[in-house]
């Protein structure tokens, strides 16, 4: 039985792509099952079609509330029975409805975090003049990247670098590490205690 990530995305989708197209998904037993996004006309749209993945729409600017659209989100996620909600680029804060629908909620930031939460985490670092960087992936909870860290990876800045190459290996790290991540999910490897994250090794 195959263990099934639904990915919540907003924008470009590089992330999803990276899902999409990783062996170490697949070896450990682990497929992408949807692809939602919040955005109608995102590109990530139209990589998930050209892989053949099923893609839904919630359109947050149909709804009021908060509640609301995360309830349209979790009625019309529900239907795929994910076993891991992966966030990549999903840029919407969780209300509690949606976070106590799923049991795993995991998201990927391109920083060190708790340094340089938010929507421009590269950028910020960068501007901020810090030698070493890197990128999280966390569990979701109600703030913004606050999380339990399950894992992350630095990148040492180098002189004279400038942001645009920052980012390219900043998201090249993110597609090797995400994949791997969710791979141990479906390996039954991670283990949390509070906000401590225990990977078990595999052999
Ligand atoms: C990534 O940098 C991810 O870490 C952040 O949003 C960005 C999404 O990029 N949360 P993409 O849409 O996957 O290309």
Redesign the pocket.
């Known amino acids: 039985m195959s263990y099934r990530v639904a990915v919540l995305?907003?924008?470009?989708?590089?992330?999803?792509?990276?899902l999409v197209d990783a062996p170490v998904l697949a070896e450990s037993g682990a497929q992408v099952v949807c692809l939602l996004s919040n955005v109608p006309g995102a590109?990530?749209l139209a990589r998930a079609e050209a892989a053949g993945v099923p893609a839904e729409v919630v359109s947050h600017k149909d709804f009021g509330a908060r509640g609301e659209f995360d309830a349209a989100v979790v009625g019309r996620l529900s239907e795929y029975k994910p076993d891991l909600i992966a966030?990549?680029?999903?840029?919407r804060l969780l209300s509690p409805v949606f976070l106590r629908a799923f049991p795993t909620i995991i998201?990927?930031?391109?920083a060190l975090l708790p340094a340089f939460p938010g929507?421009h985490?590269?950028r910020d670092a960068f501007d901020y003049g810090v030698k070493v960087t890197g990128?999280s992936v966390h569990f979701v909870d109600e703030g913004m990247d606050t999380g339990p860290i399950i894992a992350q990876e630095a990148l040492r800045i180098e002189e004279g670098e400038s942001l645009e190459a920052l980012?390219e290996r900043?998201?090249k790290v993110?597609?090797e590490l995400?994949p791997r991540i969710i791979s141990w999910f479906a390996q039954g490897r991670i283990e949390r205690q509070g906000r401590r994250v225990h990977v078990r090794s595999d052999r």
């Open positions: 995305a907003s924008g470009s989708g590089s992330n999803f792509q990276a590109r990530v966030l990549a680029g999903y840029m998201n990927i930031h391109p929507v985490g590269i990128v980012e900043i998201h993110e597609h995400y």
